[in-house]
């Protein structure tokens, strides 16, 4: 596929991408990887040649570890950087397309979608969806999980990771602020690109709680099978809970 699709306007991840780079790869969350897969393949029931969507692929480290088993995988992401990492070394069976999450354009066209490690579904939120006057504006991740149940066939399998709420206040840094209206954590960080250069970032991170994320998948007319806490690289079937700082939405689309 190519790169025709609608992107965003200058969305304030694309910046941060440009600068992580391949870096992205050594922050310690993405060394869970091939566990997070192999969770989820077992879950989904994911068998050799099914098609999975992969939203917020980022430099494509759960797209190759799904292809490497055999599925047949297309990511999107909103950063060219990260699009163009992950078409460099893709295995087969794994395409990337830079393409704005909100607006994804596939219906019915995947076995399962993922959204993992706020890779789209989460960091939609930020000063410009905080300024517009519309339904997205509400809740803007939602049109992430809209546009992912109308890609999958139906009853076709989604799964979203989503950072808790309740473990973001209860663990509440001096960099954090807390948006407590809005469910948004605002943070002003220091990444290092591929050099070991410094470059400070604001960071926007959309916060649930399972209820939330029960509507949101009500809403786009999927039906929750499951809904754990987690721990990147450390997926296991756990009840919700304050300890964890992300939960796993595991939901399907009506036969």
């Known amino acids: 596929m190519s790169d025709t699709g609608a992107t965003g306007d200058g969305h304030w991840f694309e ?5 992580l780079g391949a ?4 922050y310690s969350f993405t060394r869970g990887t091939e566990q997070e897969v192999a ?3 077992q879950v989904l029931g994911l068998q050799p040649g099914d098609r999975v969507l992969d939203v917020g692929s980022g430099p494509g480290r759960h797209a190759h570890a799904l292809a490497r088993r055999a599925m ?3 990511g999107v992401d909103i950063s060219r950087r990260f699009v163009d990492l992950a078409r460099a070394d893709a295995p087969p069976g794994a395409t990337f397309e830079r393409l704005d999450a909100r607006a994804l354009p596939f219906e019915h066209e995947f076995d399962a979608a993922i959204s993992l490690c706020q890779g789209a579904f989460g960091l939609i939120a930020g000063p410009a ?7 997205t504006a509400l809740d803007p991740d939602g049109a992430v999980l ?8 139906p009853g076709g399998l989604v799964a979203v990771s989503a950072f808790s709420a309740y473990f973001q206040v209860r663990f509440l840094e001096d960099r954090d602020h807390f948006d407590a209206e809005r469910g948004v954590n605002h943070e002003r960080t220091v990444v290092r690109d591929e050099q070991g250069g410094e470059h400070e970032h604001d960071l926007w991170t959309s916060c649930f709680t399972p209820r939330e994320l029960r509507l949101l998948a009500d809403r786009a007319g999927l039906e929750v099978l499951h809904l754990w806490s987690v721990t990147p690289g450390a997926y296991r079937e756990s009840t919700p809970d304050l300890d964890h700082p ?10």
């Open 23 to 26: 870096s992205y790869l050594r």
């Open 39 to 41: 969770f989820l393949v």
């Open 72 to 74: 047949v995988v297309h």
């Open 146 to 153: 809209d546009g992912m149940a109308r890609a999958v066939r």
């Open 129 to 135: 969806a905080s300024q517009e006057a519309s339904a």
């Open 15 to 19: 910046e941060l991408a440009d600068d």
């Open 246 to 255: 992300e939960f796993l939405l595991v939901a399907r689309t009506a036969s």
